[in-house]
Nanobody, 114 residues
Framework: QVQFVESGGGLVQPGGSLRLSCSASGFTFSSYGMSWYRQAPGKERELVASLSRSGGITNYVDSVKGRFTISRDNAKNMVYLQMNSLKPEDTAVYYC???????WGQGTQVTVSS
């Protein structure tokens, strides 16, 4: 079955950085675009970043452009989210999934606070 295991979250001060990782299994990883979503308390889940099957095309929500970078390693079935210049409003649970075929793992909590 399709599974995603996210890791790398934690507590970080404003302006800090984190690198999230996602291990994917149960499908042919290189055949799908991949995305990161996040869900803050009391808010709907939102799409943060996506990239194409080869990783050559990326898209970001405006609020993270220039700060976050999505990448993938098709040999390892991994997708990453490098997050720099973090802000308190980035606090959320972050999830990875296949673009256009969403299913959810447990996510990883990111908390940005001083």
């Amino acid at each position: 079955q399709v599974q995603f295991v996210e890791s790398g979250g934690g507590l970080v001060q404003p302006g800090g950085s984190l690198r999230l990782s996602c291990s994917a299994s149960g499908f042919t990883f290189s055949s799908y675009g991949m995305s990161w979503y996040r869900q803050a308390p009391g808010k709907e889940r939102e799409l943060v970043a996506s990239l194409s099957r080869s990783g050559g095309i990326t898209n970001y929500v405006d609020s993270v452009k220039g700060r976050f970078t999505i990448s993938r390693d098709n040999a390892k079935n991994m997708v990453y989210l490098q997050m720099n210049s973090l802000k308190p409003e980035d606090t959320a649970v972050y999830y990875c999934t296949r673009t256009n075929f969403p299913s959810w793992g447990q996510g990883t909590q990111v908390t940005v606070s001083s």
